[in-house]
Each structure stands twice: as structure tokens, then as C-alpha cells.
DNA sequence: ATCTTGATATATCGGTTCGATATATTGATG
DNA sequence: CATCAATATATCGAACCGATATATCAAGAT
């Protein structure tokens, strides 16, 4: 999945500049499943308007630097409803959590806990924006998939608070005959 | 979370060549959170070895193509362990089902109907692959991964076996007066 | 016999993307 | 004053992708 297909997915919703299509792809409902750098759409957004798939018209606005918004034209419509007719790829997912996770007896019990840790915290925080954009969503599309997003989320925190234990215990390796310094 | 460490991590365990590496990625304990091209492994490899954090024998074999047998290093071992103690980075997730789902009205039934097929049909070989693979599995942290995953697709199955009906709904558009044409 | 396919292997190409950074403008804060 | 944040555009060098090429052999099909 491209970069591209993004870009013209959402200007098929509405004409945006470079910087608005990089915050939604970071902030706004597109953020649950892709993300994508000034280093890529700048550079795809010059290719679609070479190709003719989408148009750009500058505006100035006093106090900020001009913008350039972007329009998809229709030759634009009909290659992002083309692309998302393909076959449809699986998921990409990394996870660097996962790796510490595998290395856990090497890492050693305060970065194992401090992963887990920070893990939490910013899938608790993801788990309230979920929440809050749920509250406020016009889009039966978008619910459903902030419905997805929402469920995994949670499921991915119960998980990991009933389970951390198991891997703390990894981390700190096996069961010691001496009692544990005191921290 | 980089290529890099990724092939650090698997000759931190064992020797490997290149290929095995992908192999790992794409097939082996490393799939559930990692994939990398021969394009990124093979010049990551060549960039370690310059390095000196990995060393490269070569080896003949009749009947197959000689092998180049990664080491890792002392000093490959120290960056390894140094690179896991960062803070850690978040997971990152592309969904191209999720960019369908989003644009379901205006992709159409057929395609989305397509769409829930093929990633239940995926999501149900890979917990099954997880169930056959944890089987077999000797190490506690390797059983952790495969738990968390294990229980996040099986949460993924039941979700979309839930809720498709929502999403095939959207895709076929607002209730219609007129009876369906037979398909 | 030949051809195709699959597995084991190494490697590279052109294109895309990343992460960091630069630049510009303004307003708010220390 | 300097710094930071927000709104904006843009680019760099490095990393990575996806496709492909090459090599060797064995097995199966024609």
C-alpha cells in the first residue's frame, strides 16, 4: 500500500495541501492504519500532478506561508478506485516490542519493564483518542473501523497487564536461590 | 526498529547466511513482527561486515550454491544489546483492508465482500500456523510472542465475523427500495 | 530427451520511503 | 532577546522495497 493510494484517497475526500494530508495520516483517521512522511508525500504529490491525477493551485494567507492545495482531478478518482479494487494486501505490522520481548534475557528486567511500561502507557492513550474520535464520528466507515481499532486495542492492554509478569520473569531470569537485592 | 537490528538479533542466536535471514523474517519466529527484503538484508549485512560487528565464511556445498555464513562479533553482540536498551520505538501498522473499509461506498460490495474474505482467509492460516508453532515451541519468550499473537488474531477473526455484515452494508449503500437483483 | 518447477543460495536495480533537517511566517512565552 | 509551537513547503542521504537476475541441482511432466 502505497503512499500514493493515501494521498489520493484523501483528496478524493476533499482537496488538502501536503502538510494537512501528512497530519491526518498522523493525527487524524487515517492514523490507525498508515502513516506516511513529508520525505514521501511531497514527492508522490509531485508525481500524481505530472501524471495528471490530481491538480495543484497556490493560496496565500497572511500571517503563515502560502499553501498549496491540491485537487484530485478525475482521471485521479478513477486510478484510486482502480488500485483499491485490487487484490488487497495483508497487513504490514512491526513491532520493536516484540523483539525485546524475544531478547528479554538479554535485555534484562529494568529495560523488559520499562518497554512494558511505556508500551502501556501509549496504548492507554491511544485507547482514549479511539474514544474521544468514537464520541464525535459522522462516518459509519470511520466507526467501524475506530470499532476495530478500539477492540484490538483493548484487547492488546488486557493482554499485556495479565501476561507481563511472564515476561518480567524472562527478564530477570530463572528462579534464584538468593533473595533478590532490594531495589 | 531497523533491518539492522533485525540481523543482529538472528546471529545473536545463530550463525545464518542471508538467505536464512529472509527465511527467519518471513517464515520463522521473526514473522509475527518483522519482514525484510533481500534488497535491505544482503547490503545491511555488507554494511555490519564493514563494520566489523559481523564476520562472513564462505562455504561449498555440493549439489547448491556456495553459502556466505554470517557471525556476529563482540562488538556486534555490544551494539546489539545497546540497541535493544533505547527506549522503544512504537509499533507501526499498514492496513490496505482498513483503507478499503474506510472507502467501502465507493468501492462496492463485490470488492469488499473480496476484501473480508481473503483477510479472514489469511487471518485463520496464520492461527493456525501460530497453534501448530507453539506446539512445537521450546523457548518461554518465543511462547509469549505467539500467546499475544495468537489471541490478537483470533480477536481479529471475531470482530470482522461480527461485524462484516456492518461493512457489507456500507459498501452496498443506503437501504434501497427496490429488491436486490438476484445475483 | 527437454522443459518446468521448486528449493537453496547470492546479489542488484530503480523507485519509494524514512528520518532528519532546512526554510518561512507569526504569535506566545520565558 | 531567545525559544517554542503552529502552519506551511521542501529536500537530503540513507535505508528499504519489490522485482528481478544469476547459479546449482533434483524432481516431475511432456
Given at each position: 500500500m502505497s503512499v500514493r493510494t493515501l494521498c489520493l484517497a484523501i483528496l478524493n475526500f476533499e482537496d488538502a495541501t501536503g502538510y494537512e494530508i501528512r497530519k491526518q495520516s498522523t493525527e487524524g483517521k487515517y492514523r490507525y492504519f498508515f502513516d506516511a512522511s513529508y520525505g514521501s508525500i511531497y514527492p508522490t504529490l509531485a508525481r500524481l500532478e505530472a501524471e495528471g491525477l490530481v491538480t495543484v493551485r497556490e493560496e496565500a494567507q497572511s500571517g503563515k506561508p502560502a499553501r498549496k492545495v491540491y485537487s484530485i482531478t478525475p482521471a485521479g478518482r478513477a486510478a484510486f478506485i482502480a488500485a483499491l479494487s485490487e487484490p488487497v494486501a495483508r497487513d504490514t505490522f512491526r513491532s520493536p516490542f516484540l523483539l525485546v520481548a524475544m531478547c528479554a534475557d538479554q535485555v534484562g528486567p529494568g529495560a523488559v519493564r520499562n518497554a512494558i511500561d511505556a508500551r502501556l502507557g501509549y496504548l492507554r492513550e491511544e485507547l482514549g483518542l479511539m474514544e474521544t474520535m468514537q464520541g464525535e464520528c459522522p462516518n459509519e466507515a470511520t466507526r467501524f473501523i475506530l470499532d476495530y481499532g478500539r477492540t484490538c486495542v483493548a484487547h492488546d492492554i488486557a493482554f499485556l497487564e495479565s501476561n507481563r509478569a511472564r515476561l518480567e520473569e524472562i527478564a530477570t531470569g530463572?528462579?534464584?536461590?538468593l533473595p533478590q537485592a532490594a531495589e
Open positions: 530463572p528462579t534464584k536461590d
